[in-house]
């Protein structure tokens, strides 16, 4: 299955965090999401075969990677205390959204 | 500005009977829905999707339903089981994107 880690994470207003995602093996997609209370899961971008490959509306402060060994990272710079959320990671092949499999998330509060 | 919009944010069934969600969405260029049902500390996970050339979807006993003009779908489930007991997330994309738009999630509980 997908894994994420950290499970739980708290960071201080400007600093950098780094959250990290395992996909399902054979998949060559990554999606990122954030989902903030009450809400549903915002598209922050996808990566297909290690290039970035659609964004949604977020600044350039959140930035990712993914490598050729099933894992990939999404990086926040300079928090701001609205990024206190769910990030969501989810693998599928090509992005076809019928074959989504998403990890359990990382719950990032921000001081 | 909420393109996808779920407007109950819980509903609560008897186990056996049907259970009804609803999900509404502006944008007229979606072409594809889906839904996905998530338990609490886990991922969501993907349930049944349709196209938008379609009006119905079965899979086993989740059917979903989509009304093009009034910009509407449903998922039906019948009968409702205790496991069903879920939040469920309605998503749409535009001109098979994948960029997915989600609503805010129905809280679904089943009751013995």
């Known amino acids: 299955g997908v894994t994420q880690s950290p499970t739980h994470l708290i960071k201080t207003r400007g600093q950098q965090v780094t959250l990290r995602c395992s996909s399902q093996?054979?998949?060559?997609?990554v999606s990122w999401y954030q989902q903030a209370l009450g809400q549903g899961p915002q598209f922050i971008f996808q990566y297909y075969r290690e290039e970035e490959n659609g964004r949604g509306n977020f600044p350039p402060r959140f930035s990712g990677l993914q490598f050729p060994n099933d894992s990939s990272e999404l990086n926040v710079n300079a928090l701001e205390l609205d990024d206190s959320a769910l990030y969501l990671c989810?693998?599928?092949?090509?992005?076809?959204?019928?074959?989504?499999?998403f990890g359990p998330g990382t719950r990032l509060t921000v001081l | 500005d909420q393109q996808v919009k779920q407007n109950s944010p819980s509903l609560s069934v008897q186990e056996g009977r049907i259970s009804i969600l609803n999900c509404d969405y502006t944008?007229?260029?979606?072409?594809?829905f889906l839904w996905y049902k998530k338990y609490p500390a886990e991922g969501p996970t993907f349930l049944i999707s349709?196209?938008?050339i379609k009006d119905k979807n079965e899979d086993g006993r989740f059917t979903v339903f989509l009304n093009k003009s009034a910009k509407h779908l449903s998922l039906h489930i019948v009968p409702s089981q205790p496991g069903d007991s879920a939040v469920y997330f309605c998503?749409?994309?535009?001109?098979?994107?994948?960029?997915?738009?989600w609503g805010a999630g129905t809280k679904l509980i089943i009751k013995p």
């Open positions: 349709i196209s938008s």
């Open positions: 093996s054979g998949h060559n997609t």
């Open positions: 944008n007229s260029m979606f072409d594809y």
């Open positions: 989810a693998s599928s092949l090509g992005g076809v959204p019928d074959t989504q499999y």
């Open positions: 998503a749409a994309s535009a001109n098979s994107n994948y960029q997915l738009i």
